[in-house]
């Protein structure tokens, strides 16, 4: 998952660099991946939800405008 690699990635810089991370800090770093997580099944969620509304709306011939061969409106 490239959350979790990102967040190793960030860990092990501050190691490299000699910098401790507290509890606090790594906490917040994995509730950051966490809360990336639940965007992105929202998400998902979300966008599923709108295709399927869309599915079953069925066509919307009936309300569309209907032209003349000439172009204009009826």
Do not use: H, R, W
């Amino acid at each position: 998952d490239a959350a979790y690699l990102e967040t190793q990635l960030l860990i092990a810089q501050k190691e490299e660099a000699g910098v401790q991370l507290q509890a606090k800090e790594f906490n917040l770093i994995a509730a950051a991946v966490d809360l990336d997580k639940i965007e992105e099944v929202n998400a998902n969620c979300i966008l599923m939800a709108n295709l399927q509304q869309a599915s079953t709306s069925g066509t919307q011939t009936d309300k569309a405008p209907v032209y003349d061969s000439d172009g204009s409106a009826e």
